[in-house]
């Protein structure tokens, strides 16, 4: 099956909501046999989508920045715990290391590397579908913002096009399928 790189909140303080939300994809990715990749850390929706998919039986990639595992939230657990020099280096080693990216709501860091894969792929780089959750709505404002980008010609309409935007965990892993077959 494939790599899938799931984005997301490490934030503590967030609703217990999204916290099930991101087990429950863990647990969901793990069952359909994909490798989860994510940040490595251990706390928030990043921690609950990697706990969630080693109870599922996942086999689990944690990329986490040097000062970040230096305060002790690297999830040591990973069956694969990479740590990077710099937060570029962990991306880039996120992007070549995933087949795919699924984007749970979330927080500055999940918006960066959110523009980081859509970029990378816009300009060729990669050819991995992105798939965004937008949960309750968490995305609205921004795709709101962004469709005021397209018409002001900041961003090509082909280019949002490409996000393959959801609103539930069912249609994302149904998208995600469809997405990994197409680019085989």
């Avoid at 799931?6 to 490798?35: K, M, N, P, W």
């Amino acid at each position: 099956m494939a790599a899938v790189c799931v984005f997301c909140a490490s934030s503590v303080t967030v609703a217990q909501s999204y916290l099930d939300l991101a087990r429950e994809t863990g647990i969901r990715l793990a069952e359909a046999g994909h490798t989860l990749v994510s940040g490595g850390a251990r706390v928030g929706m990043m921690g609950a989508v990697t706990s969630g998919a080693r109870s599922a039986g996942g086999y689990t990639v944690g990329i986490i920045v040097e000062a970040l595992a230096a305060v002790e939230i690297a999830d040591t657990g990973s069956d694969e715990l990479v740590v990077a020099g710099s937060m570029l280096d962990r991306k880039g080693q996120m992007i070549d290391r995933s087949d795919a990216f699924l984007v749970l709501p979330g927080g500055l860091g999940t918006l960066d590397e959110l523009f980081e894969v859509w970029t990378t792929a816009g300009l060729g780089m990669h050819a991995k579908p992105v798939v965004v959750v937008n949960a309750g709505g968490f995305y609205d404002g921004l795709l709101t913002w962004l469709g005021r980008l397209v018409t002001l010609g900041m961003v090509r309409e082909a280019a949002l096009e490409s996000l393959i935007i959801v609103d539930t965990l069912d249609g994302a892993l149904a998208q995600l399928a469809t997405s990994l077959k197409e680019v085989g």
